[in-house]
């Protein structure tokens, strides 16, 4: 948002309609020929074995450095809260939980990320109902100025240029990762064809909703330059609720990230 201005959301949504044409061809792929090697396995088939061999080890190394960057970020949010132990040492306990998750029964599993994946859509969802609140001028508390769509096109829509969009690209795709799950699973559902359509399907609004929705209110409620935005330890959606008189906003959604990141991990591994 810093970088690209308001026109953020529009970077969000260019990403989304490129996950979505690549999941409907995926999903496709996947209801012919379920296969828990998914895309190398069709790169594979289809390229030949070194585009199989090359994408299945990219992807390998992909989740696998993910994993250690996932156990950082969960280690720095417990440091804030209790900075007796080193960040390392919540990384070590981080590591150990959800690796012990994944050594369970499969039951177990699910109800870990059950539970990790509701946390996140509740506090989306409550973000949404807040922003669009505020944005209707409907929200009595914070800052007088957080309310309406003044800041979008307060300072410039599209202040870098669309350069500058396309360069916020590169965030935006880092955001989208994990929709290909839903192929590499779909080899062990029991009804694979059926699971597959229903959950490439779902992505449509849920990319709509979640991501483009989120991001048009956050540009919507907080001017592009502020200062907060560029701050590593604040989040969006922080910086977002703080200015809307949101008590704790910072350590909310920081329990909420934390959430999120033992949820990609424990899918990573």
Same mark, same amino acid.
């Given at each position: ?17 490129? @996950? ?10 996947? @209801? +012919? ?39 950082? @970020? ?18 070590? +306990? ?6 012990? $998750? ?69 965030? $935006? ?10 192929? $590499? ?18 992505? $449509? ?55 999120? @990141? ?8």
């Amino acid at each position: 948002i810093y970088s690209a201005g308001p026109a953020a959301f529009v970077a969000y949504a260019i990403g989304g309609l490129l @996950v979505l044409l690549i999941m409907r061809m995926l999903g496709e792929m996947a @209801v +012919m020929n379920p296969d828990s090697g998914s895309f190398s396995t069709y790169a594979d088939r289809a390229i030949g074995r070194w585009a199989g061999f090359t994408i299945g080890w990219l992807y390998w190394c992909f989740w696998t450095l993910l994993m250690g960057w996932e156990a950082y @970020v969960a280690g720095k949010i417990l440091n804030s809260w209790f900075p007796f132990i080193p960040i390392w040492g919540y990384m070590l +306990m981080v590591i150990i939980g959800l690796v012990w $998750v994944n050594l369970q029964d499969v039951k177990n599993y699910g109800e870990f990320e059950f539970w990790f994946a509701l946390i996140k859509v509740i506090a989306i969802v409550l973000f949404l109902v807040v922003g669009s609140l505020a944005i209707m001028h409907l929200w009595p508390w914070g800052e007088p100025a957080v309310a309406g769509i003044t800041n979008l096109t307060a300072q410039g829509f599209m202040p870098g240029g669309f350069s500058s969009v396309v360069t916020a690209l590169l965030g $935006v795709m880092f955001a989208y990762m994990g929709a290909e799950i839903v192929t $590499v699973a779909a080899a062990e559902s029991k009804n694979p064809a059926r699971e597959i359509r229903k959950a490439s399907n779902s992505i $449509v609004w849920r990319i709509i909703l979640f991501y483009v929705g989120s991001m048009f209110i956050t540009v919507c409620l907080i001017p592009h330059n502020n200062p907060l935005l560029k701050d590593p330890t604040w989040g969006t959606y922080s910086v977002t609720l703080s200015a809307l008189g949101i008590p704790e906003a910072r350590h909310i959604v920081n329990f909420v990230v934390l959430t999120s @990141v033992c949820s990609c991990f424990n899918s990573a591994l």
